[in-house]
């Protein structure tokens, strides 16, 4: 493994979880990090999830030649101008937001003379802190690497070659398309639960709590979604605007459609719909992306 000095600047789930997993499969290389929160550095501290936490994101990079950034994607610009003047010139800069073209502007203008490789590991749980991370989170997860055009191909093969050892199957990506990607994948699903979750919230007192005493599966699958970090999905939806603006104009239309199926009992359009979408949950399981088990297998994950 090429990269020996790792900084990871935000010790939430994410950055946790790298330190762990550099830790547990890459014993060679050593870990600094540091975390704007107080709080959050004691306890990544009391977790050992860097080898050494500072008390300035500064002092976490002096000696770094990977610096990864693990904070919400309205924050890096500030965290990336916050090490500056301290990141060596051979430093390979990367992050793990979900909106790569908004990341890599904000990257791109804070540290123009260094060599800046986004990256966005698909995967994560509905927790955050640095209570959250393990170390095996990242196994069988894709991880979507969008080099900037040109790029350094001795520099993105180290960087490949780091997410790889960490267990993620890797994908090289066109920035504009991963963001177009992630919208129909990751955002719209969120801004759909937020909105399912919401709207139960204001009918509680319509329902006399019946909505959460009588939770079916389907409504405590989008609540899980819905308690991810509000500070990280606010700065996503911003980034990403124009492409979940498009996915959702295609959702409306969509959702539209199936409003006048059930309007006119129009059961053949529902049924081949819902075959349709009951083949794509199939392949996703098929594709090792998620777990047919009771609970999806959440149960057995260990998360200390």
Request: include cysteine; aromatic fraction near 6%; proline fraction near 5%.
């Amino acid at each position: 493994m090429s990269f020996q000095r790792i900084a990871i600047i935000g010790l939430g789930l994410l950055g946790g979880s790298i330190g762990l997993a550099v830790r547990e499969y890459l014993p060679g290389a050593r870990t600094t990090g540091y975390d704007s929160n107080p709080a959050t550095r004691l306890r990544a501290a009391g977790r050992a999830l860097v080898d050494q936490v500072h008390d300035t994101a500064a002092d976490a990079v002096r000696e770094a030649d990977l610096v990864i950034f693990c904070v919400p994607p309205g924050a890096m610009g500030d965290a990336a101008r916050e090490i500056a003047a301290a990141l060596p010139a051979a430093a390979l800069v990367s992050d793990v937001g979900s909106c790569k073209q908004a990341i890599a502007r904000a990257l791109g203008e804070a540290l123009p003379n260094h060599a800046i490789i986004p990256a966005h590991p698909v995967a994560g749980t509905e927790n955050s802190g640095p209570d959250a991370g393990f170390a095996t989170l990242f196994h069988n997860r894709w991880c979507i690497v969008t080099p900037p055009e040109p790029g350094d191909l001795v520099l993105l093969s180290k960087l490949v070659a780091f997410w790889e050892a960490l267990g993620a199957n890797v994908e090289i990506m066109d920035a504009q398309h991963h963001d177009l990607v992630l919208a129909v994948t990751s955002h719209l699903p969120h801004l759909i639960a937020y909105t399912i979750v919401g709207t139960a919230s204001d009918l509680e007192d319509v329902t006399q709590s019946e909505v959460i005493k009588y939770s079916a599966g389907g409504f405590r699958d989008f609540t899980r979604i819905a308690a991810s970090d509000p500070t990280m999905w606010r700065d996503v939806f911003l980034a990403n605007r124009d492409a979940v603006l498009e996915m959702l104009q295609r959702f409306t239309e969509d959702l539209t459609a199936l409003q006048r199926a059930i309007r006119v009992g129009d059961g053949k359009q529902l049924f081949d719909h819902f075959t349709r979408t009951r083949a794509i949950r199939r392949s996703i399981i098929a594709e090792g992306q998620d777990d047919a088990r009771p609970d999806f297998g959440r149960a057995d994950h260990d998360t200390a």
